[in-house]
T-cell receptor, first 117, second 112 residues
Framework: AQKVTQAQTEISVVEKEDVTLDCVYE???????LFWYKQPPSGELVFLIR??????QNEISGRYSWNFQKSTSSFNFTITASQVVDSAVYFC??????????????FGGGTRVLVKP | NAGVTQTPKFQVLKTGQSMTLQCAQD?????MSWYRQDPGMGLRLIHY???????DQGEVPNGYNVSRSTTEDFPLRLLSAAPSQTSVYFC???????????FGQGTRLTVV
């Protein structure tokens, strides 16, 4: 069975500070996909980033960056120079590379980020 | 662009009542799924479908039924509502495995 753990339940920072969200996963699959989603106070789920298990290149997209390390089963996410609008709950998720699995996602418990002005 | 549409947005049920949460997508996606979100537990999969006529159970299927008669629609039925089913329900669709899931706006259900 797959499992995603987000050990940080809540992080509070002051605007312009960097925020790193931790995500550790468990899976027996050799090929899988990892995601980060954002849930702002309005409640909708917003897709942020996606990573294949066979591509460990770390990237930066604007103020977002991610660090995928297959050896430690971690997929951490960083917001650089945080802004008040970044206040939200962030979810890490995992899916199998298996058509029969229907792209079903296993979510972590979420990390609430509060950015204070 | 409608995307994934869920109705209703809010619902209050009495214990023992039944109801159907509607989900429709206009992106011709093969895969659709239902999740429930409870405080501190992230989202958990209830049921999913890989195409019209094909459904399967997720992590927490008890008390819920689904069907997929068309590509567009994936309704979730609560057979006999219980207070433990008080939650926020999200429907999602995606074109294939490993891709971004598109979520509806959610349905906040309270069972009293």
């Amino acid at each position: 069975a797959q499992k995603v753990t987000q050990a940080q339940t809540e992080i509070s920072v002051v605007e312009k500070e960097d925020v790193t969200l931790d995500c550790v996963y468990e899976t027996r699959d050799t090929t899988y996909y990892l995601f980060w989603y954002k849930q702002p106070p309005s409640g909708e789920l917003v897709f942020l980033i996606r990573r294949n298990s066979f591509d460990e290149q770390n990237e930066i997209s604007g103020r977002y960056s991610w660090n995928f390390q297959k050896s430690t089963s971690s997929f951490n996410f960083t917001i650089t120079a945080s802004q008040v609008v970044d206040s939200a709950v962030y979810f890490c998720a995992l899916s199998e590379r298996n058509k029969a699995a229907g792209n079903k996602l296993t979510f972590g418990g979420g990390t609430r980020v509060l950015v204070k002005p | 662009n409608a995307g994934v549409t869920q109705t209703p947005k809010f619902q209050v049920l009495k214990t023992g009542q039944s109801m159907t949460l509607q989900c429709a997508q206009d992106m011709n996606h093969e895969y659709m799924s239902w999740y429930r979100q409870d405080p501190g537990m992230g989202l958990r999969l209830i049921h999913y479908s890989v195409g019209a006529g094909i459904t399967d159970q997720g992590e927490v299927p008890n008390g819920y039924n689904v069907s997929r008669s068309t590509t567009e629609d994936f309704p979730l039925r609560l057979l006999s509502a219980a207070p433990s089913q008080t939650s926020v329900y999200f429907c999602a669709s995606s074109p294939r495995e490993g891709t971004e899931a598109f979520f509806g706006q959610g349905t906040r259900l309270t069972v009293v």
